[in-house]
T-cell receptor, first 112, second 114 residues
Framework: DMKVTQMPRYLIKRMGENVLLECGQDMSHETMYWYRQDPGLGLQLIYISYDVDSNSEGDIPKGYRVSRKKREHFSLILDSAKTNQTSVYFC???????????FGKGTRLTVV | AQSVTQPDARVTVSEGASLQLRCKYSYSATPYLFWYVQYPRQGLQLLLKYYSGDPVVQGVNSFEAEFSKSNSSFHLQKASVHWSDSAVYFCALSMSNYAQGLTFGLGTRVSVFP
């Protein structure tokens, strides 16, 4: 079953705490992504990963970093979370860039 | 820079009626184009995609879209909607000559009433 799995689905953190969002895919896709979705702004690309340890900034990378040590796992890290990072975060993957992108169900992060 | 515009934020339609969702893009070359649907508390699911060739593409659940290079458009259509089609629909673009993920429109929320 082809899927992208995100953990956790819901998360509440205090401002200044570190946040780790995990993502896994079972399709051996090379390319993985992190997006955030906000009302009125749509989906914005945070980071893209072309393979293990081959990551590139997207449109809004400030305040975020990523880690990809295995092809099937891609993590998003927020060091010292801020209230404006409250959002829904989506992980996604594709076989290659420019091919169909598969999305996880999202993690709703609230920073208080 | 590339962009995608979905001019209708909300569309309301009666069950059984036809549906058209508009999408306009801005990109200097021919893009790869996608329509995704998002149901409540879910991720995005692909409805259909256009890479090249026949400008009319068929997708899942009887959706189809038509690419127009002259109009820079990729409109989505369905002949007869069902209440389960209520969702948010996103048009997205991928640059054919540069690998940088998808650029999304802001989405159109579709409400189907019985």
């Amino acid at each position: 079953d082809m899927k992208v799995t995100q953990m956790p689905r819901y998360l509440i953190k205090r401002m200044g705490e570190n946040v780790l969002l995990e993502c896994g895919q079972d399709m051996s896709h090379e390319t993985m992504y992190w997006y955030r979705q906000d009302p009125g702004l749509g989906l914005q690309l945070i980071y893209i990963s072309y393979d293990v340890d081959s990551n590139s900034e997207g449109d809004i990378p400030k305040g975020y970093r990523v880690s990809r040590k295995k092809r099937e796992h891609f993590s998003l890290i927020l060091d010292s979370a801020k209230t404006n990072q409250t959002s829904v975060y989506f992980c996604a993957s594709s076989l290659e860039t420019n091919t169909e992108v598969f999305f996880g169900k999202g993690t709703r992060l609230t920073v208080v | 820079a590339q962009s995608v515009t979905q001019p209708d934020a909300r569309v309301t339609v009666s069950e059984g009626a036809s549906l058209q969702l508009r999408c306009k893009y801005s990109y200097s070359a021919t893009p790869y184009l996608f329509w995704y649907v998002q149901y409540p508390r879910q991720g995005l699911q692909l409805l259909l995609k256009y890479y090249s060739g026949d400008p009319v593409v068929q997708g899942v659940n009887s959706f189809e879209a038509e690419f127009s290079k002259s109009n820079s458009s990729f409109h989505l259509q369905k002949a007869s909607v069902h209440w389960s089609d209520s969702a948010v629909y996103f048009c997205a673009l991928s640059m054919s000559n540069y690998a940088q993920g998808l650029t999304f429109g802001l989405g159109t929320r579709v409400s189907v009433f019985p």
